[in-house]
């Protein structure tokens, strides 16, 4: 059974960093498109930002400079680097894998359960 385990959400304030860690376990075939996305209180979900296979990166304009993507293909895991935040970053921080549990398998998403980033001011 597939699952992605997040780590290393907490309280920060405002200007504080944040690194988030999340990684996959399971019988894996290969894992495309891993990323980060965000809901907070009342607010859909929305994506933060998600890192390829090969390392191409996309961002959400908010994040842009303050956070940093990365993985480690290895590992089957992926990291958030965010600095300079904010209290609207507030929310719970879910992972997202792309991924085929078999090499003729489709890909499918699969979502960890969420860490909470609460940023006081």
């Known amino acids: 059974q597939v699952q992605l385990v997040e780590s290393g959400g907490g309280l920060v304030q405002a200007g504080g960093s944040l690194r988030l860690s999340c990684a996959a376990s399971?019988?894996?075939?290969?894992?495309?498109?891993m990323g980060w996305y965000r809901q907070a209180p009342g607010k859909q979900r929305e994506l933060v930002a998600s890192?390829?296979?090969?390392?191409?990166?996309n961002y959400a304009d908010s994040m842009k400079g303050r956070f940093t993507i990365s993985r480690d293909n290895a590992k089957r895991a992926v990291f958030l680097q965010m600095n300079d935040l904010k209290p609207e970053d507030t929310a719970v921080y879910y992972c997202?894998?792309?991924?085929?549990?078999?090499?003729?398998?489709?890909?499918?998403?699969?979502w960890g359960q969420g860490t909470q980033v609460t940023v006081s001011s």
């Open positions: 997202k894998a792309d991924l085929r549990l078999r090499k003729w398998h489709q890909s499918s998403d699969y």
């Open positions: 890192i390829t296979d090969g390392g191409r990166t």
């Open positions: 399971g019988i894996i075939f290969s894992i495309d498109v």
